[in-house]
């Protein structure tokens, strides 16, 4: 996801909030398919870069 994506992400979730009736929390969808790894992100500073994530269960 490039920069310019990640912060219009955000940029949604926040012109969809409603105060007081509805908040959008934005995040983003990471996986190593190959590998079996997948997760849900929410409220980074910034999106993820694969590298962050590990390639096994055991290389956590």
């Not at 994506?5 to 926040?14: G, T, V």
């Not at 990471?30 to 790894?37: A, E, H, L, P, R």
């Not at 997948?38 to 055991?58: A, G, M, Q, R």
Request: proline fraction near 5%.
């Amino acid at each position: 996801m490039t920069p310019q994506l990640y912060h219009d992400l955000k940029q949604a979730a926040h012109d969809h909030t409603v105060s007081g009736e509805f908040v959008a929390i934005f995040g983003q969808q990471v996986s190593t398919i190959s590998k079996g790894n997948h997760i849900n992100v929410t409220l980074l500073l910034k999106s993820v870069d694969i590298e962050w994530i590990p390639l096994t269960p055991t290389d956590a």
